[in-house]
T-cell receptor, first 113, second 109 residues
Framework: NAGVTQTPKFRVLKTGQSMTLLCAQD?????MYWYRQDPGMGLRLIHY???????AKGEVPDGYNVSRLKKQNFLLGLESAAPSQTSVYFC????????????FGSGTRLTVV | QQQVKQSPQSLIVQKGGISIINCAYE??????FPWYQQFPGKGPALLIA?????SEKKEGRFTISFNKSAKQFSLHIMDSQPGDSATYFC????????FGAGTRLTVKP
C-alpha cells in the first residue's frame, strides 16, 4: 500500500544511547517532516525537508539531527538520548508544503530510561 | 507558546448527538486549516480542511465552521457514531503546519 512507513515501531533506549528512526514514502512527495507527539501538546515539528539533500529546523529541533540523502527517505537521529525525548514520533510527507494535507506514518513509540 | 488552541481536551457524546470541537489561532498569516483524525496506534489522517475565504465546508457528517474575524474555527460531527471515537486535531498552516493539543472524543452507544 502506498504511504509513509516508519521503522521501528517501538524502541527502548538507555540515557546516552543513540539511534536512528527511518521514514520512507512511496508517493514521490517533495516535502517530509518529523513530528513528536506528547500528551496535551499536540504534534510539534522537529525538522523538515523541502527536497532531497535539504533539511531545516522546526519548533523543537534541539537534540535531534536529520538527513535526506534520497527523496523517498527521511532519517531522524538522536545522538545522545535523554528521558525528555520519550515520545511518539511521526513522520509525514506532502506534495507541496503549503495549503495541502499531510500523509502520516503510523508512528514510533520511543522510551528513554 | 501554542499558536493553535483547541478545546475541549475530551468530549463524551451519545450516539446520534452532535460533537463540537473548537480551535482558535493567533497568526493571521495562516491560510489553510485542516482537521485530522487519529485512532489509537495510528498516525493522524486528514479528515477535512478549509481555507479562510469560505465560512463553512461540509463533507458528509463533518462540517468546518470558520470565523475569520474572531480567528476561530470549529469541527461539527453530526449524528455521531461509536466509530467516530478518536482523537481529533485541528491545525493551521502557512508553510509549517501547527497543531492544536487534540480532543479525545468518545461516542457512547
Amino acid at each position: 500500500n502506498a504511504g509513509v512507513t516508519q521503522t521501528p515501531k517501538f524502541r527502548v533506549l538507555k540515557t546516552g544511547q543513540s539511534m536512528t528512526l527511518l521514514c520512507a514514502q512511496d508517493m514521490n512527495h517533495e516535502y517530509m517532516y518529523w513530528y513528536r507527539q506528547d500528551p496535551g501538546m499536540g504534534l510539534r515539528l522537529i525538522h523538515y525537508s523541502v527536497g532531497e539533500g535539504t533539511t531545516a529546523k522546526g519548533e523543537v529541533p534541539d537534540g535531534y539531527n536529520v538527513s535526506r540523502l534520497k527523496k523517498q527517505n527521511f532519517l531522524l537521529g538522536l545522538e545522545s538520548a535523554a528521558p525528555s525525548q520519550t515520545s511518539v514520533y511521526f513522520c509525514a510527507s506532502s506534495y507541496v508544503r503549503q495549503g495541502y494535507g499531510y500523509t502520516f506514518g503510523s508512528g514510533t513509540r520511543l522510551t528513554v530510561v | 507558546q501554542q499558536q493553535v488552541k483547541q478545546s475541549p481536551q475530551s468530549l463524551i457524546v451519545q450516539k446520534g448527538g452532535i460533537s463540537i470541537i473548537n480551535c482558535a489561532y493567533e497568526n493571521t498569516a495562516f491560510d489553510y486549516f485542516p482537521w485530522y483524525q487519529q485512532f489509537p496506534g495510528k498516525g493522524p489522517a486528514l479528515l477535512i480542511a478549509i481555507r479562510p475565504d469560505v465560512s463553512e465546508k461540509k463533507e458528509g457528517r463533518f462540517t468546518i465552521s470558520f470565523n475569520k474575524s474572531a480567528k476561530q474555527f470549529s469541527l461539527h460531527i453530526m449524528d455521531s457514531q461509536p466509530g467516530d471515537s478518536a482523537t481529533y486535531f485541528c491545525a493551521a498552516s502557512k508553510g509549517d503546519m501547527r497543531f492544536g493539543a487534540g480532543t479525545r472524543l468518545t461516542v457512547k452507544p
